[in-house]
């Protein structure tokens, strides 16, 4: 079967470090990989996106690579802010007809202090 | 208003009641999909929908029913809450080659 598996959180990091969140996964089929972002009290949102070995997907700062000899996706920003406090969840998709199909991990709570 | 919109937003309820959360998009989305969150377990895919009166089963479905009469609602019932499904409840639509997922805000259902 699907899994994706995230770096034990939570991280805590103070204003302007570099931030690495570690994804590995597994999956039956060429999977798409995802970033989504939860901020408090709200839904997901996607961060970034990647549907085939090498892409980069990048929004906002943050970057990550797939890479499909080490099966894995880890996201990065060179300089977090307060305001990149969340919990973010790295997903696969095997795709057929609908990218919606969803495998997550269990999420990383990252918080910023100023 | 224009989006995903979900109710109620937080519910109580006991062991054994019927309880139905809502989820209305405006989008005219093809595919909508109902995900739970449980801490440790990030996000699991309950049903999903990929038109009216299409629906089909996703990781972890036992103990909900779904139905899609219309493409824009598409409501998640526990028609008999166990204690195991207080949890908080997304819903999500995704539009024909959109090939990303707009999320509803979420539905915080306790079951005592």
């Known amino acids: 079967g699907n899994s994706v598996t995230q770096m034990e959180g939570p991280v805590t990091l103070s204003e302007e470090a570099f931030l690495t969140i570690n994804c590995t996964y597994t999956a039956t089929g060429y999977p798409s990989l995802f970033w989504y972002v939860q901020y408090p009290g709200e839904g997901l949102q996607l961060l970034l996106k990647?549907?085939?070995?090498?892409d980069k997907g990048s929004n906002k700062g943050f970057e990550a690579t797939y890479r499909k000899e080490t099966t894995s996706f880890h996201l990065e920003k060179g300089s977090v802010q307060v305001s990149d406090s969340a919990v973010y969840f790295c997903a696969l998709s095997v795709g057929g007809t609908s990218y919606g199909k969803l495998t997550f991990g269990q999420g990383t709570i990252l918080t910023v202090h100023p | 208003d224009a989006g995903i919109t979900q109710s109620p937003r937080y519910k109580i309820t006991e062991t054994g009641r019927q309880v139905t959360l809502m989820c209305h998009q405006t989008w005219s989305h093809s595919y909508m999909f109902w995900y739970r969150q449980d801490l440790g377990h990030g996000l699991r895919l309950i049903y999903y929908s990929a038109a009216a009166d299409i629906t089909d089963k996703g990781e972890v479905p036992d103990g909900y029913v779904v139905s899609r009469s219309k493409t824009e609602n598409f409501p998640l019932t526990l028609e008999s809450a166990t204690r195991s499904q207080t949890s908080v409840y997304f819903c999500a639509s995704e539009g024909s080659g959109a090939n990303v997922l707009t999320f509803g805000a979420g539905s915080r259902l306790t079951v005592l």
């Open positions: 990647a549907t085939k070995a090498d």
